[in-house]
């Protein structure tokens, strides 16, 4: 024989047969309380996640039901790729395709070409720096300023 049981709308307990009160408000929705206290805590607007007692709050705290599969698993993110500045898809995937051997072959070609092209270009003469400093870098290598006399302890 199965008997028809009602939920409580505040604590979510079973509610059998003859047992409990019910409220309809004013908009029409029943409400369904299996005892006065629980009424009274609802006329009073106090939150049912915060009462230890309460469904709500076990529910929020995660208490009672044991986890069947444990942890959480958590998913990896998939590997994804994308386009570099300068390099499209289809390019990076080609040349992540290529044996090492060639890869070497085409860097070394690739960073001889810049010796030699540093190589082309003339150095600058540090002496030429030198001369160009002001009167700022004359200060900040400790040179006196005519005209303004050393104050301080000496």
Not at 4 to 18: A, F, Q, S, V
Not at 42 to 48: A, C, V
Request: glycine share 8%; net charge positive; proline share 5%.
């Amino acid at each position: 024989m199965v008997i028809k049981t009602d939920l409580c709308n505040y604590t979510e307990y079973r509610i059998y047969p003859g047992h409990g009160q019910k409220f309809i408000a004013r908009d029409g929705k029943v409400h369904f309380f299996i005892n006065a206290k629980c009424d009274s805590l609802f006329h009073q607007r106090i939150k049912p996640v915060k009462l230890r007692w309460t469904q709500a709050w076990r529910r929020m705290n995660k208490k009672g039901k044991v986890e069947e599969g444990g942890k959480k698993k958590t998913r990896k993110a998939a590997k994804f790729q994308k386009a570099i500045v300068g390099m499209s898809l289809d390019d990076l995937k080609k040349k992540k395709a290529q044996k090492p051997e060639l890869r070497q072959a085409r860097e070394a070609a690739a960073k001889e070409a810049k010796t030699r092209a540093a190589a082309k270009k003339p150095a600058k003469p540090a002496v030429a720096k030198v001369k160009a400093q002001g009167p700022k870098a004359q200060k900040a290598a400790g040179a006196p300023t005519p005209g303004k006399a050393f104050k301080g302890k000496k």
